[in-house]
């Protein structure tokens, strides 16, 4: 089976800090997702990437960056973090157009 | 974009009740999908379905995309379908980045009770 990898469950920063969340996929995917997840939102898209070093905006970049220099590997980097960026952020990988698979989450707490 | 309305927003189902989920989408798309949210917040993909029928056990899903919109099928509901209810898709464009794209609605809520 696929398995997607969040380096955190839980997370709890403080504001103004640099923020790294890292994703890795064992599949060989070249699709690889991230998403934040708020009450009555549903998810919304950060950044996508659908191969290493493309990257392209989502429905909500402001504030992130993202980094793929190898396949496996798409990290969510939040510059100097807010407390309007406290969410659960759910990052994702597939083949092109294919089956979506899911890490486990990583719940941040901005303070 | 592409808008992906699901409907209803809840749903409270009583054990062994049948239900159906509803999702709409507002463009030509090359696939969808339905995902189950647990309560710990594990999303589990249930169906890759651009088009026609699938069944999986108590679960069916048909899309319909010359009408844009798909059904997931509960039948005979447990308590462990409880949980959010996604659907996803990716529209059809021209260029490679555009078609990655994966595209959420806002979920469906259900409980189902013992």
């Known amino acids: 089976d696929v398995k997607v990898t969040q380096s955190s469950r839980y997370l709890v920063k403080r504001t103004g800090e640099k923020v790294f969340l890292e994703c890795v996929q064992d599949?060989?995917?070249?699709?690889m997702f991230w998403y934040r997840q708020d009450p009555g939102l549903g998810l919304r898209l950060i950044y996508f990437?659908?191969?290493?070093?493309?990257?392209e905006k989502g429905d909500i970049p402001e504030g992130y960056s993202v980094s793929r220099e190898k396949k496996e590997r798409f990290s969510l980097i939040l510059e100097s973090a807010s407390t309007n960026q406290t969410s659960m952020y759910l990052c994702?990988?597939?083949?092109?157009?294919?089956?979506?698979?899911f890490g486990q989450g990583t719940r941040l707490t901005v303070v | 974009g592409i808008q992906v309305e699901q409907s209803p927003p809840d749903l409270i189902l009583q054990e062994g009740a049948n239900s159906t989920l509803r999702c709409n989408f507002s463009?030509?798309?090359?696939?969808l999908q339905w995902f189950h949210q647990n309560p710990w917040g594990q999303l589990i993909n249930l169906f890759y379905?651009?088009?026609g029928t699938k069944q999986n056990g108590r679960l069916s899903a048909t899309t319909v995309a010359t009408e844009r919109y798909s059904l997931l099928y509960i039948s005979s509901s447990q308590t462990t379908d409880s949980g959010v209810y996604f659907c996803?898709?990716?529209?059809?464009?021209?260029?490679?980045?555009?078609?990655?794209?994966?595209?959420f609605g806002k979920g469906i809520t259900l409980s189902v009770r013992p």
């Open positions: 994702a990988s597939s083949l092109f157009q294919g089956k979506a698979f």
């Open positions: 599949m060989d995917h070249e699709n």
């Open positions: 990437s659908y191969d290493v070093k493309m990257k």
């Open positions: 463009d030509s798309v090359n696939n």
């Open positions: 379905i651009p088009s």
């Open positions: 996803a898709v990716t529209l059809t464009l021209k260029y490679t980045g555009a078609n990655s794209k994966l595209t």
